[in-house]
């Protein structure tokens, strides 16, 4: 893999950030171009990122409460956190160079007993550093750890500690969101009903990324097998075998993670063709995808 030569010293940014780098990025860029989802989920986003950095500016907030917040939500394996990436990165392209931040929650909130609300105090901060040097993006993932639920506080963890940095993390972007019009939060979650819901109201936009569709299923097996054609040529006409629409079919309710994954999974059926992907067959792949589909559901149902 290419070096990424826009990746800043994340050690810099201190506790809490895992990444600092300048965007547009290209490895940002295909990762947006890899989740194949309805153009319109794509769209709106794009639209969403690119009115905060135009509208918020200049609209007071008694006229418009814009947090800068952009909430993805959905089950694991939904592309979230890559639109997030792609997004920002799509949002510079259109808009000139953009700082990315990464924000690591759970390095700020297993700090110990008491340390949290003040670490989230010190990041607030810090990315307000960022924002004061120009237009930034913050990338907030799982961000149920770092704005859990404060009614759902449960009494064997530090309850009295969450609930505060719950409250230093909504006082930080109360003040982040009224000082730098030029920032903005993009957050993802696969578990909202543990986020606090004044996080919620917050969110200027919050979407619900969905499983793919039987079309989205199709294409992200052909992009997976295509992809790897590169290296095992046989793979390529894989897909244009009569039983295709059979394997497709099977993966109904897999997210994308999974129907990529499974790909791998048909290649270990036997050793030859994990010694020799080229000798992959579209029955591996009907096999793994019946494979993953069961152990999906029994996942789903508990194990019963
Ligand atoms: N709709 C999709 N189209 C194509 N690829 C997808 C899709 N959804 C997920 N993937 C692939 O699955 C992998 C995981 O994606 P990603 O990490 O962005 O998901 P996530 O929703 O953030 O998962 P988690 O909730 O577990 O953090 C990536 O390789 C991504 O390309
Ligand atoms: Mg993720």
Excluded at 130 to 149: H, M, R, S, W, Y
Excluded at 174 to 184: E, R, V
Excluded at 239 to 257: E, I, M, N, P, S
Aim: net charge neutral.
């Amino acid at each position: 893999m290419k070096p990424n030569s826009l990746r800043i010293d994340s050690s810099l940014g201190g506790p809490g950030i895992s990444d600092i780098r300048k965007l547009p990025d290209e490895s940002f860029t295909s990762l947006w171009e890899a989740i194949v989802i309805d153009d319109e989920i794509k769209s709106r986003l794009l639209s969403q990122a690119l009115l905060n950095f135009t509208l918020r500016p200049k609209v007071s907030k008694a006229t418009m409460p814009l947090h800068g917040i952009i909430l993805l939500t959905g089950v694991p394996g939904t592309g979230k956190t890559s639109l997030a990436k792609g997004l920002a990165s799509r949002t510079a392209e259109a808009l000139g160079s953009i700082t990315y931040v990464e924000v690591e929650p759970h390095s700020l909130t297993s700090a110990a007993l008491g340390k949290s609300q003040k670490a989230v105090t010190e990041l607030g901060s810090r990315l307000g550093e960022f924002a004061a040097n120009g237009k930034t993006i913050v990338l907030l993932d799982e961000v149920e750890t770092l704005v859990a639920d404060r009614s759902k506080m449960s009494l064997e963890a530090n309850p009295v500690d969450v609930h505060r940095a719950t409250d230093a993390a909504l006082v930080q972007l109360d003040t982040l969101a009224s000082s730098f019009p030029n920032l903005l939060f993009i957050a993802t979650s696969n578990f909202p009903q543990a986020i606090d819901s004044a996080f919620v109201s917050r969110a200027d936009l919050t979407l619900t990324i969905p499983v793919p569709s039987e079309v989205g299923i199709k294409a992200i097996l052909e992009s997976t097998l295509t992809g790897l054609a590169k290296e095992f040529p046989a793979m390529k006409s894989l897909t244009r075998q009569a039983d295709f629409a059979q394997v497709v079919k099977t993966c109904v309710g897999l997210d994308g993670r999974q129907i990529r994954k499974l790909v791998a999974t048909a290649c270990t059926f036997s050793k030859k063709t994990a010694l020799d992907p080229n000798l992959l067959t579209l029955q591996d792949i009907q096999r793994a995808a019946t494979h993953v589909q069961k152990e999906s559901q029994l996942a789903k149902g508990g194990y019963k």
